[in-house]
């Protein structure tokens, strides 16, 4: 099993993230089975007032990223 962390937060235009609203551990056989966990509940992945959810492994490397445009997330 290898340990993969996520987090989703909202960037703005200019590209500053903001502190993550969620941010948990996932444990997974590989990458491909995290990313296919995740995008089969996409209708729940962006919470509101987020745009950006990305995927590290435990050494904090960047593995995945997904970005909604900044009009369409709600910021309130």
């Known amino acids: ?33 995290a990313i296919g966990a995740l995008l089969s509940n996409a209708d729940t992945l962006l919470i509101e007032g987020t745009n950006l959810a990305w995927l590290t492994d435990k050494e904090g490397n960047l593995l995945w990223t997904l970005r909604m445009d900044e009009q369409n997330a709600e910021t309130t």
């Open 1 to 33: 099993m290898h340990t993969y962390r996520l987090r989703v937060a909202f960037r703005d235009k200019r590209g500053i993230v903001r502190p993550p609203a969620r941010d948990e551990t996932i444990e997974v056989a590989n990458l491909r089975e």
